[in-house]
């Protein structure tokens, strides 16, 4: 490329510093007050037509820039509804694993206790077969959003699947396990759902396992639905 002033330089290398410039301005770098100083040259210097040239690149990287951008939000969105359960506010049991995980990583670095709180809403399958799915999900997100709103921000709340929930607790052993756990139940029954001219209480069993920092989450899950269940059933027998 012929450049006023005896300048000659292939365009391919204009275009690296056009890029280079591009990316210090996504880095928020101030900007040259003269447009083409990054090229080591002064508009002067280039002739209208590599002005021109210039111009377009700049303006086609910065919509690549925008593009990227709006790509990485949707993915964020995708990755944020593939964590959440289809009914409630609530993780699905995956991202709940996950997150279990973490809390367990965090107990052992730290020194620190964690317990796991499974729940199970008693007497579920009649709700639907009187009342119908709708009450049955009007149950559901009652559990779900009486459970958010009485945790910490730090702890973890998840729907297993069907009418199960669990809760991590993150720096609570055993006993602090067993009360939170009896005050959420408590909570959870004080108000009944009402869905038209349905209305009830809400009742759920529930176990209570600390979180063995080497265990595998799904063990841990698996211990603590197992006491859940010897619960419920002591229960319904007394």
């Known amino acids: 490329m012929k450049i006023s002033g005896a300048r000659t330089e292939p365009f391919s290398a204009i275009r690296r510093r056009a890029l280079t410039y591009a990316g210090a301005q996504a880095s928020g770098q101030a900007a040259p007050a003269d447009a083409t100083a990054f090229l080591g040259l002064t508009e002067a210097d280039l002739t209208p037509a590599v002005q021109a040239a210039v111009t377009a690149l700049l303006a086609e990287v910065d919509d690549l820039r925008a593009e990227v951008g709006r790509l990485k939000g949707r993915l964020t969105d995708m990755e944020g509804l593939a964590d959440r359960d289809v009914l409630t506010p609530l993780l699905n049991r995956r991202a709940f694993v996950r997150e279990l995980r973490r809390v367990a990583t965090f107990a052992r670095r730290y020194g620190s206790k964690a317990s796991l709180v499974y729940f199970d809403l008693d007497g579920f399958k009649n709700v639907n077969d009187r009342f119908g799915?709708?009450?049955?999900?009007?149950?559901?997100?009652?559990?779900?959003?009486?459970?958010?709103?009485?945790?910490?921000?730090?702890?973890?709340?998840?729907r297993m699947g069907g009418d199960e929930f669990a809760v991590?607790?993150?720096?609570?052993?055993?006993?602090?396990?067993?009360?939170?756990?009896?005050?959420?139940?408590?909570?959870?029954?004080?108000?009944?759902v009402t869905l038209g001219e349905w209305s009830a209480p809400l009742h759920v069993s529930f176990g209570v396992r600390e979180i063995d920092a080497d265990a595998d989450p799904e063990v841990v899950l698996a211990q603590a639905d197992a006491v859940m269940f010897l619960n419920k059933r002591t229960r319904a027998a007394g």
């Open 133 to 158: 799915h709708a009450a049955g999900d009007a149950a559901l997100q009652a559990v779900a959003e009486r459970l958010l709103a009485n945790v910490r921000d730090s702890d973890v709340v998840g």
């Open 168 to 192: 991590a607790l993150v720096q609570a052993d055993y006993e602090t396990a067993m009360a939170k756990a009896t005050s959420l139940a408590r909570v959870i029954h004080a108000t009944p």
